[in-house]
């Protein structure tokens, strides 16, 4: 569960996000989507306390936010940034075992965990030896993705995992993220600027704009009932996408 | 930083007692001058068993400051330096009014050796020739003159300054400071016309010149004495009877030939001096002979170069390894302060860069009334100059660690010492390492200045060769000082494999 309570952050006399309140059940899926420096990134990372609220609080994974919590709820946690965020002096396997070997797990436990998330991530097992640089961007994202799930957190946060890709490479891993959330049964906020990709991978999506969330639903709703001619513009824009994924969508909520 | 503190003081503190360990033995300073170097020997010689020679010291302040705190025990120096540049006194002080000043500071001196040191002005045969010069107060009348000063007589009170005062000499602008050897290099080449020198100096044989004369008295009067501490007289007062032997026996006519066979005859000074000593009976004859009836021009630059290794490789290996590690321990951490605020960070990086500003000469000297002369104030002087490539390196090999990478390592969940110590430190460490590769480059160079405060090492061979103008001595310090730097170059890439880790090489690419 996710919950964020008047939440607000200024950069000086810029708003990047306006005293906003969001709720996210267990379980459930949410894609935040809008334009460059709409917030979305900002309020990802509040909810990790990467970025510091001027107000508000924050409640996430069972914990309540605060310098005392912030190691105990990150280790709650996973996150995947968009280019992967891989510790580039480490391989695949040392990268995703740095965190639980830190937390005291034997090599076996980290060994054993390792092999189960690569089934699941579907890397080539003979990439875990290769260095980031030696890998290529999508195997980077699995990579990325299994270091995040080592501790089983209840709840995923990506920021754009995907858009660095080629459009095949993203198209196997956005259905390969959409079996993963929906096996496991993860608490998922997504970023992305993908209309596609956000209607795919979330159960609902917030489309934001200037620090603001202007309107939350299913990417139905938004395309329906746009709440504001903003909404309605923006999915316009994207409409060449739109199409072929509205089928998509159904299907991803059918199966959720 | 307490850390850091700590083990400066401990240095400061070893120094001064290494000092105070051997109560036996005597120990003669020189300055960075042939006389100089001969009289310590004939010091060293007649004080006998026991007694060694802390060589060149670089000028009167340094070699008193020795004294006053007692690295050594005695060095020879002139009545003129004494009154102007010791005593600080207007006039020319008696030898009486000498001894009482100096007495009050702990201080004695013996008597006259028998030979007037001046200052001279010397010009080459032809050019005195040329333009009729005769007497100082001709030089006003030469304002095309080049004029090649040493740095000390440029300097000094009773020097250049009062020459330039009495006669009116504020025409002259050709002027130029250099080493005393160079300065007679110069003349030699014909690149300059005038220099100082000494009424006793070996070079005006050499190069042919001529000395001014001094018609209006302005130069005082420098008769050699030995200046030693009275706390050493009287416990050494065996070894200072004999030294005394040495009062009123050597005149100027019999120094600058010493000087001459020290300089030009390819003898070393040991030798020369023990050989005057034993022909006037003042030590045995056997003593002459040993290990220093060494003759210099017969023997190879590699076996110069050999013995030079083995006497002052080990303490430039103490200077620029001691004064590294120090830096690394304190730069590292500096470093990595500097990127915590910003404020923090062009506070340090300011202070380092400022430091490196000042000249390596400069803050050698600098720590002299704090830690004396010696090993500390080098150690100090060279560990702040290895400062600014560490910190600097740090810095930036932590700042260019793509922001990315620094969230995801927050993102995780680790702590911040984790952090720096898995992830920041190994990122950086191509740069960082690159740092201190350059701080011991440039240490092993600098290092060569610190025999200037008696910190000996390759310089000392350097500034003995600069001061004989001989080549193949300049070069037995400058050659290892080089290759040295080289080594510490090659452990340094090799520290560079190791340490770096292979994602962040740069031959890794994609496959």
């Known amino acids: ?256 | 930083m307490s850390r850091l503190v700590l083990i400066l003081a401990l240095l400061a503190a070893s120094s001064s007692g290494a000092r105070a360990e051997d109560p036996r033995s005597l120990r003669v300073g020189s300055k960075r001058f042939t006389e100089s170097y001969l009289l310590a020997e004939m010091a060293v010689a007649l004080l006998g068993e026991g007694a060694s020679q802390l060589q060149g010291l670089g000028g009167t302040a340094i070699a008193y400051r020795a004294l006053e705190e007692g690295s050594v025990d005695l060095y020879p120096e002139y009545t003129g330096t004494l009154s102007e540049e010791i005593l600080r006194s207007a006039q020319p002080l008696e030898l009486g009014t000498l001894r009482a000043s100096l007495g009050s500071r702990g201080l004695g001196i013996t008597a006259p050796l028998g030979f007037d040191n001046s200052y001279a002005l010397v010009v080459p045969g032809p050019v005195q020739e040329r333009l009729g010069l005769k007497r100082i107060s001709d030089l006003g009348r030469h304002p095309e003159l080049r004029i090649a000063l040493s740095h000390e007589f440029f300097g000094r009170r009773d020097g250049w300054p009062r020459l330039v005062e009495s006669y009116g000499l504020e025409g002259l602008a050709n002027v130029r400071a250099m080493d005393h050897g160079l300065a007679y290099a110069a003349i030699g080449e014909g690149a300059a016309d005038l220099t100082d020198g000494y009424s006793t100096d070996a070079q005006l044989v050499r190069y042919g010149l001529r000395t001014l004369e001094d018609d209006r008295r302005v130069f005082p009067v420098y008769q050699a004495v030995f200046l030693y501490r009275l706390d050493a007289a009287r416990r050494h007062p065996e070894a200072f009877a004999r030294l005394l032997r040495m009062e009123g026996r050597l005149d100027a006519a019999t120094m600058a030939r010493l000087n001459g066979q020290a300089e030009q005859g390819g003898q070393s000074f040991e030798r020369v001096a023990r050989a005057h000593l034993s022909a006037h009976g003042l030590i045995p004859a056997s003593v002459v002979a040993g290990p220093a009836s060494d003759s210099r021009t017969s023997e190879s630059l590699w076996t110069v170069m050999r013995r030079s290794v083995r006497q002052y490789g080990p303490r430039h290996l103490l200077l620029v390894v001691v004064s590294l590690a120090l830096a690394v321990i304190a730069g590292i951490p500096l470093g990595i302060a500097a990127t915590r605020s910003r404020v923090l960070g062009q506070l340090v990086l300011g202070a380092v860069g400022l430091i490196q500003t000042i000249p390596s000469l400069a803050l050698l000297c600098f720590f002299i009334p704090i830690w004396g002369t010696g090993l500390a104030p080098s150690l100090a002087a060279l560990f702040l100059y290895g400062l600014l490539p560490i910190v600097r390196n740090t810095f930036v090999g932590l700042k260019q660690i793509p922001a990315p990478i620094q969230e995801s390592a927050r993102a995780l969940g680790l702590p911040g010492r984790v952090r720096l110590w898995r992830i920041y430190l190994p990122l950086a460490a191509p740069t960082l390492i690159a740092g201190v590769k350059t701080a011991a480059v440039i240490g092993v160079g600098t290092a060569t200045l610190a025999a200037f405060i008696g910190a000996g090492g390759f310089g000392q061979p350097i500034g003995v060769g600069l001061n004989l103008n001989d080549s193949r001595v300049i070069l037995s310090g400058a050659i290892p000082a080089a290759g040295l730097a080289l080594v510490i170059q090659a452990v340094f890439e090799l520290l560079e494999r190791l340490l770096v880790p292979q994602g962040v090489r740069p031959r890794i690419r994609h496959d």
Not at chain 1, 44 to 65: F, H, K, M, N
Not at chain 1, 77 to 101: I, K, R, S
Not at chain 1, 131 to 160: F, H, I, N, T, W
Not at chain 1, 209 to 223: K, N, W
Request: neutral net charge; proline residues 5%; hydrophobic residues 45%.
């Open chain 1, 1 to 256: 569960m996710i919950q964020l309570s008047e939440v607000s952050k200024w950069y000086g006399s810029i708003r990047a996000l306006a005293s906003t309140d969001l709720m996210l059940d267990s379980g459930r899926s949410l894609a935040l989507i809008g334009p460059s420096g709409c917030g979305k990134s900002t309020l990802l990372r509040i909810a990790l306390g990467l970025v510091t609220p001027d107000s508000g609080r924050v409640v996430i994974a069972g914990l309540e936010l605060s310098a005392r919590t912030v190691e105990a709820v990150r280790h709650r946690v996973g996150m995947v940034l968009q280019d992967g965020g891989l510790f580039p002096h480490l391989t695949a396997a040392q990268n995703v075992a740095l965190l639980p070997l830190h937390l005291g797990w034997s090599r076996e436990k980290v060994a054993e965990r390792t092999e189960l998330l690569c089934d699941l991530t579907a890397l080539p097992r003979e990439s875990l030896d290769r260095y980031p640089l030696q890998l290529s961007g999508g195997q980077r994202q699995r990579v990325a993705l299994m270091r995040a799930l080592m501790l089983d957190p209840g709840v995923l946060l990506l920021d754009e995992p995907l858009s660095a890709l080629d459009p095949i490479v993203r198209a196997g891993l956005q259905e390969d993220l959409q079996r993963i959330f929906t096996m496991l049964g993860k608490t998922v906020l997504l970023v992305t600027h993908d209309m596609a990709e956000a209607a795919f991978l979330g159960n609902e999506i917030a489309l934001m704009r200037a620090g603001e969330i202007l309107q939350r639903g299913s990417a139905e709703a938004l395309l329906e009932r746009p709440a504001d001619p903003f909404v309605a513009q923006f999915i316009r824009a994207q409409r060449s996408a739109w199409p072929p994924v509205a089928s998509a969508a159904s299907s991803g909520a059918e199966a959720g």
